[in-house]
């Protein structure tokens, strides 16, 4: 099959989304012909991945959410299109090539298209207010998101959502084609070295000395995006909470995103100790990263999947998440981390210590967290996307 990915996430942003992309065509690129849609941006070092095509397109910023383009066809996009005969359209984005996308599978061409919905938009609205008011403004647009996803997806022949709980609120809200849940796959990096290499130990160390870590002390992770719908500021709360009873603990969140100053600034104010900001680390880099730590943490109750859940868990470490989005899909309660009601601080720092006291249950969870990461190897993630990509031609030869 020749299968167009049009996408409006892209390098050098190492989002889940992206994740996800670059993960689909290194699994399948050896049977399927690949080529990609994406936003041109900045970056040092032109992205390329061997065989594939990829089309950057010219893109403005969107103010609301930094690091976000909106993309535009070029003046030579329709040539493109007609030289590569696509036999499939992959969209993993419901704006700007989103719409491209539909009208090259519906207008253009006649063909069969698949959709992926990655991030819960009506979480992720308030963005169109920078995250100001963000409960809100999430309540008035609510609905009038709800309308627009409808719309937007009842072009498609398949949505695939990479968790059940998506899969279910899509359901429920009215989304008509057929919906299924396709978790995504973990990368190969963090499935295939579970040990610490010279420059892995290198670069451990450095962090080490960077934050002052001492070598006795028992790290807390965050890995991920730091903007306000990833409600670290629960976190941090939670942290403050538990520093006098376990001085010896360090919080290290890894990670870049819009909110990173309001969220150092938060710190500063609530005057915690012990706790560091790493900004950027590559995505090579984070198996050695999460190796350092005893468990992670993540307080958001908006993800779709939540891969650093399962990438944490993929290097044995528990997690502490709250009951909401889809990382109920991951972490089971008191069997390979814990969970907490959203937004309740003392809830979460009560997990916190449970973990920071109790060496035997850190332990256990330990080992069933690596356990549950080992089912999202690459092998089954490929499986269930060629059925979804044979379904989507299914249902579309029978529309003709």
């Known amino acids: 099959m020749k299968i167009g990915i049009f996408t409006d996430s892209w390098v050098p942003n190492l989002n889940g989304v992206v994740i996800s992309i670059i993960n689909e065509i290194q699994s399948l690129k050896s049977k399927h012909e690949f080529s990609v849609f994406a936003p041109k941006l900045k970056q040092s070092i032109p992205f390329h991945i061997d065989d594939v095509s990829i089309y950057e397109l010219p893109s403005v910023p969107f103010p609301p959410y930094p690091g976000y383009n909106v993309a535009f066809p070029s003046i030579g996009f329709s040539k493109i299109l007609r030289k590569e005969k696509f036999d499939l359209i992959h969209c993993h984005s419901p704006f700007s090539l989103g719409y491209f996308a539909t009208l090259t599978a519906r207008k253009f061409y006649?063909?069969?298209?698949?959709?992926?919905?990655?991030?819960?938009?009506?979480?992720?609205?308030?963005?169109?207010?920078?995250?100001?008011?963000?409960?809100?403004?999430?309540?008035?647009?609510?609905?009038?998101?709800?309308?627009?996803?409808?719309?937007?997806?009842?072009?498609?022949?398949?949505?695939?959502?990479?968790?059940?709980?998506?899969?279910?609120?899509?359901?429920?809200?009215?989304?008509?084609?057929?919906?299924?849940?396709?978790?995504?796959?973990?990368?190969?990096?963090?499935?295939?070295?579970?040990?610490?290499?010279?420059?892995?130990?290198?670069?451990?160390?450095?962090?080490?000395?960077?934050?002052?870590?001492?070598?006795?002390?028992?790290?807390?992770?965050?890995?991920?995006?730091?903007?306000?719908?990833?409600?670290?500021?629960v976190l941090l709360e939670a942290y403050k909470t538990i520093q006098e009873e376990f001085q010896d603990c360090f919080l290290l969140?890894?990670?870049?995103?819009?909110?990173?100053?309001?969220?150092?600034?938060?710190?500063?104010?609530?005057?915690?100790?012990?706790?560091?900001?790493?900004?950027?680390?590559?995505?090579?880099?984070?198996p050695a990263v999460y190796r350092m730590a005893d468990f992670m943490v993540t307080p958001s109750d908006t993800e779709t999947q939540g891969l650093t859940v399962l990438e944490a868990m993929s290097q044995s470490l528990?997690?502490?998440?709250?009951?909401?989005?889809?990382?109920?899909?991951?972490?089971?309660?008191?069997?390979?981390?814990?969970?907490?009601?959203?937004?309740?601080?003392?809830?979460?720092?009560?997990?916190?210590?449970?973990?920071?006291?109790?060496?035997d249950t850190l332990q256990k969870y330990s080992k069933a967290a690596a356990k549950t990461a080992k089912k999202f190897s690459a092998k089954g993630y490929t499986s269930l996307l060629e059925k979804a990509f044979r379904l989507a031609d299914n249902l579309h030869a029978k529309r003709l």
């Open 110 to 233: 006649d063909l069969p298209l698949l959709n992926t919905y990655h991030t819960h938009l009506v979480e992720y609205s308030a963005h169109l207010v920078g995250g100001h008011y963000a409960e809100k403004t999430t309540a008035i647009l609510e609905e009038l998101v709800w309308l627009y996803i409808r719309w937007f997806y009842k072009h498609s022949d398949v949505v695939v959502t990479p968790s059940k709980t998506l899969q279910y609120d899509l359901i429920t809200h009215g989304v008509k084609p057929p919906v299924y849940s396709l978790p995504n796959m973990i990368s190969k990096v963090f499935l295939t070295n579970t040990k610490d290499t010279k420059n892995d130990i290198e670069l451990q160390n450095k962090i080490r000395e960077d934050y002052g870590i001492k070598p006795s002390s028992k790290i807390i992770i965050y890995c991920g995006r730091v903007s306000y719908e990833k409600k670290l500021e």
């Open 318 to 359: 528990p997690v502490i998440g709250v009951a909401g989005g889809g990382v109920v899909d991951y972490i089971f309660h008191k069997q390979n981390g814990l969970l907490s009601p959203p937004g309740e601080v003392n809830d979460f720092a009560f997990s916190m210590r449970t973990l920071l006291n109790e060496a």
């Open 253 to 286: 969140i890894v990670g870049d995103g819009p909110h990173l100053q309001t969220y150092q600034k938060l710190a500063t104010e609530l005057k915690l100790r012990n706790y560091g900001f790493t900004g950027f680390i590559s995505h090579t880099k984070l």
